[in-house]
């Protein structure tokens, strides 16, 4: 079975190209390894994201990213994601769906195993929030209040010792 190398963080903080970087440097320095990179399972055609999300666009990106997890880490020894699913209850608590993101929380706490390195990729560093037609730009505050809401999920997963890989800030 294999693990995931994520990126994390909100919106326009680069994770998808930082993904991409982090599966070429696998795929060279480990070509023994089966690699795959996955990214933009949160662009869908089904249910709204960002601001204009819903409950119910949020729990299918959750059960969604999830599966994906899952189906991907049987096929290959690494896999590199440009998203956690804690990302998915950030959003999901930044949007005032409290209650559902408490729930995501829960059980994303027995899914986290599967994680041995995640990035969390800060807004402060990592300006690379540009129009293009899918993310919210103009919203700043949004941005902000989803960064925290993904920070606060990963502290109550770390003092429930229920992150057993590694977290970087960069």
Partial sequence: ????????????TG???AAGKEYRDLKINYPEKSVKVITDLENNKYYPINKDATPRSQAWLF????????KYISLFDIVVMDRTVVDIIGY???LGFVDQAEGMLSF??????IYKKIYFRKIISNPYNHTDGIRETEDRFFRHD?????????EILKTKDQFPGDLYHV
């Fill in 92 to 94: 999901t608590a930044a």
């Fill in 108 to 113: 994303a706490a027995t899914h986290m195993s």
């Fill in 146 to 154: 989803v960064e925290n809401a993904i920070d606060h999920a990963y």
């Fill in 1 to 12: 079975m294999g693990y995931i190398i994520a990126m994390s963080g909100t919106h326009g």
């Fill in 63 to 70: 059960v969604n990213h999830i599966r994906n997890e899952l």
């Fill in 15 to 17: 994770k998808s190209t």
